[in-house]
């Protein structure tokens, strides 16, 4: 309880005593780490992916890029890290250590093997040294070793085969995480379901080319002279994770729960995957930007935000938003309206003027003695670009208009030809 609010969830049958995780990756690399993290607020791990000591993991160097955009640092990451390059051992001893002085946080422990053999010896591992559930490492796109991650991923009859390896072996909830390159995600989450999977994570990185050095023309991450292409994650990516825990949760046939991760900073973040579908939520970039401390604001915010909605327990919000999702030819299209001016806030800065006069109605003049926009009503498109550009909160908003209105046709100027 936080604030009189129940902040726990239940997934695949344990408790979560809130749905904050750290996901799979530098964030949760040991126990040293991890425990610092669950002090912090955070109340389960996916531990960074464990392999056998079958192939040694040897991560390229630098290993990660970032992309800012203007003033704007980290917008998104791009990395090209491997999975743990720590021995199996030096890994069970920490899962160990972990459950034993932090009895009442979920240990997700992420494997990736890179034959059937392997993935059942890492779950026997695993289990055997206290993990509370597996995560199925069918995702990383940028894998140095053949045939693993996000290409076992694309191939569902794999993602199967090694799902159903595991639940073999072990007796623990298994939870398959998916790649988000892919245009169906259901289809390798429903054959992660015929394996034996209890639950769905994602998204893992989005493959991706974030630049190119314009001096030497090596594209990012510039590893001593050669580029990939590569796993691409941080606020940048949020939509795309949004949009892939939304289409498994309407989906009746699979019918598991979600730990939904991609782009997740603040509290609203973690609001916004739970209405869409997620029970938990991960994090990797945020935590690479901010550090642990941003569970406080997690916590802290949404619980003022239950308090506010006169909500008492957090499980009440999962899927919420899902019945207001439609395909787009459910959208009332005889309901129309216009942007609304307030110019009483107007600055005389223009942008609105220029970009509806370039991408928008050209429902604007420009009073150039004034320096105000004069708004041509029955031009407006309602497109808001005007409102994305103006610089002023709250100066132009959307305005629905009586059925009665109609928009003026744009004039052609063909005529003259
Ligand atoms: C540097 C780095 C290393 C990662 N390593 C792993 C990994 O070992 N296993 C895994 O399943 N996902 C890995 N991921 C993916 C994250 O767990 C997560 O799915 C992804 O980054 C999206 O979340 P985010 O936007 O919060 O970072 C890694 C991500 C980053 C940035």
């Not at 494997?111 to 990383?140: H, R, V």
């Not at 729960?257 to 029970?279: N, R």
């Not at 808001?384 to 550009?389: H, I, S």
Request: proline residues 5%.
């Amino acid at each position: 309880m936080s604030d009189g609010v129940d902040l726990s969830v239940e997934f695949c049958g344990l408790r979560f005593k809130n749905p904050f995780m750290l996901s799979s990756s530098p964030v949760a690399n040991s126990a040293e780490m991890v425990g610092r993290a669950f002090d912090a607020g955070w109340g389960g791990v996916a531990y960074k992916s464990v392999v056998t000591d079958n192939i040694p993991i040897i991560h390229p160097s630098p290993r990660m890029k970032e992309y800012d955009y203007g003033e704007k640092k980290l917008v998104g990451l791009q990395n090209v890290e491997q999975t743990s390059d720590r021995g199996l051992e030096a890994n069970m001893k920490d899962i160990r250590y972990l459950k034993k002085h932090w009895p009442d946080h979920i240990i997700l422990v992420s494997i990736m093997g890179f034959s059937n053999q392997e993935w059942a010896d890492l779950a026997i591992a695993c289990t055997d040294a206290g993990a509370d559930m597996l995560e199925l490492n069918f995702s990383c796109p940028h894998m140095t070793v053949e045939g693993s991650g996000a290409k076992v991923g694309q191939v569902q009859e794999l993602v199967q085969k090694f799902t159903e390896t595991v639940n073999d072996v072990t007796e623990i909830p298994l939870v398959a995480k998916m790649t988000p390159n892919i245009t169906d995600i259901n289809i390798p989450a429903l054959y992660a379901k015929k394996g034996g999977a209890d639950a769905i994570s994602a998204i893992n990185t989005v493959m991706a080319l974030p630049g190119v050095n314009i001096d030497t023309w090596v594209p990012d991450p510039d590893v001593f002279g050669k580029g990939s292409l590569s796993g691409y994650s941080g606020p940048a990516v949020k939509p795309i994770g949004l949009r892939f825990i939304a289409e498994m949760a309407l989906n009746k046939d699979l019918g598991l729960p979600i730990s939904g991760m991609g782009g997740i900073e603040t509290w609203i973040d973690v609001l916004e995957y739970l209405l869409v579908g997620a029970t938990t939520v991960q994090v990797t970039t945020g935590i690479i930007h901010y550090g642990y401390r941003i569970v406080e604001d997690m916590e802290e915010g949404l619980s003022d935000y239950m308090v506010s909605k006169d909500i008492s327990r957090v499980s009440d919000l999962i899927g919420k938003a899902l019945p207001n999702l439609h395909e787009t030819d459910k959208f009332d299209l005889s309901r129309q309206g216009i942007a609304e001016y307030d110019l009483e806030k107007c600055i005389g800065c223009g942008q609105c003027y220029i970009v509806c006069t370039d991408a928008g109605g050209q429902a604007l003049e420009w009073d150039e003695v004034k320096r105000r926009p004069k708004p041509i009503e029955d031009k407006c498109l309602s497109c808001m670009v005007c409102k994305f550009v103006c610089p002023v909160d709250g100066l132009i908003s959307f305005k629905e208009m009586p059925s009665s209105w109609k928009r003026r046709e744009t004039v052609t100027l063909g005529d003259d030809i």
